[in-house]
T-cell receptor, first 114, second 113 residues
Framework: DTAVSQTPKYLVTQMGNDKSIKCEQNLGHDTMYWYKQDSKKFLKIMFSYNNKELIINETVPNRFSPKSPDKAHLNLHINSLELGDSAVYFC?????????????FGPGTRLTVL | AQSVSQHNHHVILSEAASLELGCNYSYGGTVNLFWYVQYPGQHLQLLLKYFSGDPLVKGIKGFEAEFIKSKFSFNLRKPSVQWSDTAEYFCAVNAGYGNKLVFGAGTILRVKS
């Protein structure tokens, strides 16, 4: 059973397009996250949702809009894609927002913007 | 802002060699520390974590890490590596609001059989 799944695994698109990445967890967690891993392999948090409410929003361009239709899903929509958006995007979940709770990661979505 | 430094980006070892991967963090308050591993083609998985108490933490697959508060360090060790330990290893600190993790840049370990 896949605990945290993401679709698609690979996404290649042109600059200026709008695209979405989906994330689902079947662990019963109520907190989900999006991280971006850039070309230098740094993993940086972008957003976190708890019970469908946004609780962490790092300095991310407003072209990025997360949406959480329910506790088990956290999707990431990106408008007007730019070359610099090329990265691997990881979704994660944890039981709650208590500091130190283990985060379970998805397999990542490799986004390439041409 | 919190940051995490991992000293070695690439490490190549022969099987049975001992491993130590360095990790230093910058944060003055109470921290939780983690090591995650990503095997080729797989998800990030938790190896071990430190919250409080004994600064020597044991994790899965024979890994351990030592928290040295005075040095702001949390180095990962394994006495004898195996070919199957080939992976990328990420150190992370959990500090401040919520359950946000701040990661280091990762260390790619290649174990030669």
């Amino acid at each position: 059973d896949t605990a945290v799944s993401q679709t698609p695994k690979y996404l290649v698109t042109q600059m200026g397009n709008d695209k979405s990445i989906k994330c689902e967890q079947n662990l019963g967690h109520d907190t989900m996250y999006w991280y971006k891993q850039d070309s230098k392999k740094f993993l940086k948090i972008m957003f976190s949702y708890n019970n469908k409410e946004l609780i962490i929003n790092e300095t991310v361009p407003n072209r990025f809009s997360p949406k959480s239709p329910d506790k088990a899903h956290l999707n990431l929509h990106i408008n007007s894609l730019e070359l610099g958006d090329s990265a691997v995007y990881f979704c994660a979940s944890s039981q709650n927002t208590v500091k130190g709770n283990e985060q379970f990661f998805g397999p990542g979505t490799r986004l390439t913007v041409l | 802002a919190q940051s995490v430094s991992q000293h070695n980006h690439h490490v190549i070892l022969s099987e049975a060699a001992s491993l130590e991967l360095g990790c230093n963090y910058s944060y003055g308050g109470t921290v939780n520390l983690f090591w995650y591993v990503q095997y080729p083609g797989q998800h990030l998985q938790l190896l071990l974590k430190y919250f409080s108490g004994d600064p020597l933490v044991k994790g899965i697959k024979g890994f351990e890490a030592e928290f040295i508060k005075s040095k702001f360090s949390f180095n990962l060790r394994k006495p004898s590596v195996q070919w199957s330990d080939t992976a990328e290893y990420f150190c992370a600190v959990n500090a401040g609001y919520g359950n946000k993790l701040v990661f280091g840049a990762g260390t790619i370990l290649r174990v030669k059989s």
